[in-house]
């Protein structure tokens, strides 16, 4: 596989979302539990989040935790919380020393107070981060991010702070929980599945979609270069044709 010296460094996609798939079926395939394939995802967080940065990525979302994931064994979902706050724990350091800023998205307060009290204190001290921004999509869905802006947006309306003429797509966007990111120009999915499963329903619209059969625990470094080699060689004409494009 090439490495990233055959990337053009001036189409890097300045948002690249991450649906991280297959752990289950890789702890399954070594006859492990499936909390095993979690743990053993961290190393495919770490080089992608280094890969990134490298490359000059300004947002990385990875839909850590979905709304749905709450229904599955409640000794899964206890052991995932117990690594996400190890992880965070572990990992704000790194962050720190390469100036990247935490965030996360979805809807926080149902999250554990552990979960809550450590995603807090690490987006406080990498807040001044300036060479990326790396999102956690933690019990987030997109139909829970279309439904808690709608009901804001009619709050507002309802309290007059908000014309129902006034409604377009940008101001849509700016009740999302993704306000002031770029839409994803690049979502890449392991373990070869072609869905998007509820993930940023409104800002994946022109997005590039990448699937790969790998599980995302082998997924490393070089297999986010060729994603990003794959989006390079496509032409994003949003509806317009390639003869437009080529005119403009």
Not at 29 to 49: M, N
Not at 199 to 204: A, E, G, H, K, R
Request: hydrophobic share 40%; net charge neutral.
């Amino acid at each position: 596989m090439t490495g990233k010296a055959e990337l053009d460094t001036q189409n890097i996609p300045s948002h690249v979302a991450v649906i991280m798939d297959g752990n289950g079926r890789w702890a399954k395939q070594r006859g492990g539990l499936r909390v095993f394939g979690h743990q053993s995802a961290i190393t495919a967080v770490r080089e992608t989040v280094e890969a990134a940065a490298e490359l000059g990525v300004r947002y990385l979302t990875l839909y850590a935790f979905s709304t749905e994931n709450w229904n599955r064994p409640a000794l899964e979902v206890m052991a995932l919380m117990q690594l996400l706050v190890h992880t965070i724990r572990k990992e704000t350091g790194t962050l720190l020393k390469n100036s990247i800023r935490l965030e996360a998205i979805g809807n926080l307060a149902s999250l554990p107070a552990s979960c809550q009290r450590e995603l807090n204190e690490a987006k406080e001290l990498t807040k001044d981060g300036t060479r990326m921004t790396l999102v956690l999509a933690l019990s987030y869905s997109g139909r829970w991010d279309l439904t808690q802006a709608s009901q804001r947006m009619a709050a507002d309306v309802a309290s007059g702070r908000l014309l129902p003429s006034a409604i377009n797509e940008t101001i849509m966007a700016s009740y999302l929980v993704t306000a002031g990111m770029p839409d994803p120009e690049l979502l890449i999915r392991t373990s070869g599945e072609q869905r998007i499963s509820n993930f940023l329903l409104w800002q994946l619209a022109y997005t590039e979609l990448y699937i790969t059969d790998l599980l995302w625990p082998d997924f490393r470094r070089e297999h986010f270069q060729e994603a990003l080699r794959a989006y390079q060689r496509r032409e994003r004409r949003f509806g317009k044709t390639s003869e437009q494009l080529a005119v403009s």
